[in-house]
């Protein structure tokens, strides 16, 4: 191999990505944004990427009836850390709040019955939920799939038709609440529905974390080979 972007490459037909590391959020970032599915309607057990190795692992069953209503998962080379908390808390008037140490959350809109996780697709954010998860910020993107014949021509969230929106936002308030209704579980709140604007702050701002915690993925790597060069 003549240099490390040899290397690079081979690597590149060699093996699959991480989804979280290895995969870009999209070269037009954040006006559209690549989203690594987890889980789909049709599902009902919680998957969940696991982090170290970047596999699809059951996180556990659903625990009560509530079916997540579009394609979801997360934006890749995303982390929810201290610029998210603080752009919550400006935003929200709240305290005390952090960031919750996962990848940026989204939610994909289309008029398909897409009936399977584990994808990655290309979507356009449309707005988002700020939602507050036990003290942790827990931004929920809303995008739509690019180029989906009855949603992809829709840029903000205002042209979502509202009951969409109402059966999502019901869906983040409720999957985990107990209907019983002993008080076990952890506050979860959305203090405000946003619009594409903010939508794209929340993305860049998750980047941003990201690079802070991890660094450019692909700079590490090639610096790391051309020391085997």
Known sequence: MSNTKDLIKLFEQK??????????????????VKAYIEINPNDQIKYEIDKPSGHIMIDRPQKYSNIVPALYGFVPQTYCDQKVADYCMSKSGLTGIVGDADPLDIIVLS????????????????GG??????GEADDKIIAV????????????????????????????????ENPNGDGSD??????????????????????????????DVNEKFEAALSQLV
């Open 129 to 134: 939920f700020r939602m507050i998860d036990g």
């Open 145 to 176: 799939l690019k180029d989906d014949q009855a949603y992809g021509h829709i840029r903000n969230i205002e042209d979502v038709p509202s009951k969409v929106i109402d059966r999502v936002k019901h869906f983040f308030l409720t999957y985990k």
């Open 111 to 126: 008029e398909r019955n897409i009936d399977r996780g584990n994808i990655l697709v290309d979507c356009i954010p449309v």
């Open 15 to 32: 093996f699959v990505a991480h989804p979280w590391h290895g995969v870009t959020v999209g070269e037009n970032m954040p006006n559209e």
């Open 186 to 215: 952890k506050k979860v709140e959305i203090t405000h529905t946003y619009g594409r604007e903010e939508a794209l702050e929340v993305i860049k701002l998750s980047n941003e974390d990201y690079l802070d915690i991890y660094g």
